[in-house]
């Protein structure tokens, strides 16, 4: 599988290698393509997930998911989020030796850049069972933007 991202684009901190975002970024890639599938929401990508783009008020991979891809609405608060519309844009990213700031802005951009090219892969594709999406948990009714 070709890599949309190499360890080269990024900068190394002192708890992550250039190759571990990489790896994060490519997976975020794999989740947008695949359709925002939850299976693909697992937690070493959610945990890293909740510390980025302003997404700090989550304690749970399943409150996270569920309050951001349980309908179109959500999905495009996470675009807006992920494409640059976060606290982070403007204290302007954050320095790269200390923080993910580098491959959120990388990753926003191929975001911004893939969606004015292919908008179909800002809609939801993937629903969440009515039942499900009735029980949310209470962590996932709080809304940062």
């Not at 999905?75 to 807006?80: A, G, N, T």
């Not at 606290?87 to 320095?95: A, I, M, P, V």
């Not at 030796?97 to 969606?115: F, N």
């Amino acid at each position: 599988m070709r890599q949309t991202f190499r360890p080269d684009q990024f900068t190394a901190t002192g708890s992550a290698t250039t190759e571990e975002k990489a790896k994060w970024a490519n997976q975020l890639v794999l989740f947008v393509l695949g359709g925002y599938q939850e299976e693909a929401f697992n937690q070493p990508f959610y945990q890293r997930m909740r510390m980025m783009f302003g997404f700090i008020a989550h304690d749970s991979r399943r409150g996270f998911y569920y309050e951001y891809f349980s309908n179109q609405a959500d999905l495009e608060r996470w675009l807006k989020a992920v494409t640059g519309d976060n606290w982070l844009k403007h204290l302007g990213g954050g320095d790269p030796h200390y923080t993910w700031g580098d491959v959120e802005a990388t990753v926003g951009s191929w975001l911004s850049e893939l969606l004015a090219q292919c908008p179909s892969v800002g809609r939801l594709r993937v629903k969440a069972p009515a039942t499900v999406r009735a029980q949310r948990p209470a962590s996932a009714q709080a809304r940062l933007f």
